[in-house]
Nanobody
């Protein structure tokens, strides 16, 4: 069972940037990794996903052009660079690993290992 620890959240003004990191304790090399977010009173939404090789990447429409997902397999770490942040980006952000190796998912049902989350707050 892989364990995931997010960091990098915080309070930022609208238009600012943050970089989230997700450190994995187990091997995630062969697994699609994703970032989700959940705002108060709302469902957890998939924001971005990256395949094990980094060759396939997808984003939710709401963050396209502003967020960038990347991974460093040598360090077992996944990143989410968030630019041009908006108040509506305020949420708890979670890192997740896919259930099945060597399979790409851009579907929440494909993910089964979760971090504890990191709070991102964007002030207007």
């Amino acid at each position: 069972q892989v364990q995931l620890v997010e960091s990098g959240g915080g309070l930022v003004q609208a238009g600012g940037s943050l970089r989230l990191s997700c450190a994995a304790s187990g091997r995630t090399y062969w697994y699609t990794m994703g970032w989700f977010r959940q705002a108060p009173g709302k469902e957890r939404d998939l924001v971005a996903a990256i395949s094990w090789s980094g060759g396939t990447i997808d984003y939710a429409d709401s963050v396209k052009g502003r967020f960038t997902i990347s991974r460093d397999n040598a360090r077992n770490t996944v990143y989410l660079q968030m630019n041009s942040l908006k108040p509506e980006d305020t949420a708890v952000y979670y890192c997740a690993a896919a259930n099945v190796a060597r399979t790409y998912y851009f579907n929440p049902a494909g993910f089964g290992s979760w971090g504890q989350g990191t709070q991102v707050t964007v002030s207007s």
